[in-house]
């Protein structure tokens, strides 16, 4: 079965440090792999996805994601944190298989809590 | 880019109340509409998958007469929770997908705090 951990439920840093939210997935083939964030009292907004193509995978907001398929992992990561990316940041992958029935449905991690620290 | 608004916001009230919840995708056609619940410092919990003109599949161990949902057009879906009660108190979020657009990101809604006294 399809399924993605996020290991840190919560990760701290100081702003202006880089900072690395971590997700593992295991999927039967080929992964499709969203990060989305949330704010407080919020919806979700999209950050980036990997579909296929280059392993480095930039997105919003100065984010990135590198796609290891060996480690079975999608880690997000920002070379510079700033205060304001405080807020709840969830790993998804979409679930298999993809052309049946126009599924979209997406298996979420338990989210990780970022804290920057001023 | 892609908009979805979901109206209300908030939602205060007594129990028994049923309350309905709607989720618009304003700028394109939503084929697909998923709800999900979001517990405190929690992931989310999909709830069901709606597609427009036909029956909703529900996650399993949700109560498809509890939560009603109907998504009647390309646009529009409606998240209905019946007869509430303080359990029910939760936040729910919508999201929407375009069928033509296969490997998109979901879209989504600011969320409804529902709370039943």
């Known amino acids: 079965a399809q399924s993605v951990a996020q290991p840190e439920d919560q990760v701290n840093v100081a702003e202006g440090n880089p900072l690395t939210v971590k997700c593992t997935y295991s999927v039967s083939g080929n992964p499709y792999l969203f990060w989305y964030v949330q704010y407080p009292n919020r919806g979700l907004q999209f950050l980036l996805k990997?579909?296929?193509?280059d392993n480095l995978v930039k997105g919003s907001y100065g984010f990135e994601a590198e796609f290891n398929k060996s480690q079975t992992s999608f880690h997000l990561k920002k070379p510079s944190a700033l205060v304001s990316d405080s807020a709840l940041y969830f790993c998804a992958v979409r679930d298999m298989p993809i052309n049946a029935g126009n599924n979209r449905k997406l298996i979420w991690g338990l989210g990780t809590s970022l804290a920057v620290n001023p | 880019g892609a908009v979805v608004s979901q109206h209300p916001s908030w939602v205060i009230c007594k129990s028994g109340t049923s309350v309905k919840i709607e989720c618009r995708s304003l700028d394109f056609q939503a084929t697909t509409m998923f709800w999900y619940r979001q517990f405190p410092k929690q992931s989310l919990m999909l709830m069901a998958t709606?597609?427009?003109?036909?029956?909703?599949?529900?996650e399993q161990g949700v109560e498809k007469d509890k939560f009603l949902i109907n998504h009647a057009s390309l646009t529009l879906s409606t998240l209905t929770v019946t007869s509430a009660h303080p359990e029910d108190s939760s936040f729910y979020i919508c999201?929407?997908?375009?069928?033509?657009?296969?490997?998109?990101?979901?879209?989504f809604g600011d969320g409804t705090r529902l709370s039943i006294l």
């Open positions: 999201s929407a997908a375009n069928r033509g657009q296969g490997n998109q990101p979901q879209h």
């Open positions: 709606s597609n427009e003109g036909s029956k909703a599949t529900y």
């Open positions: 990997y579909i296929t193509g």
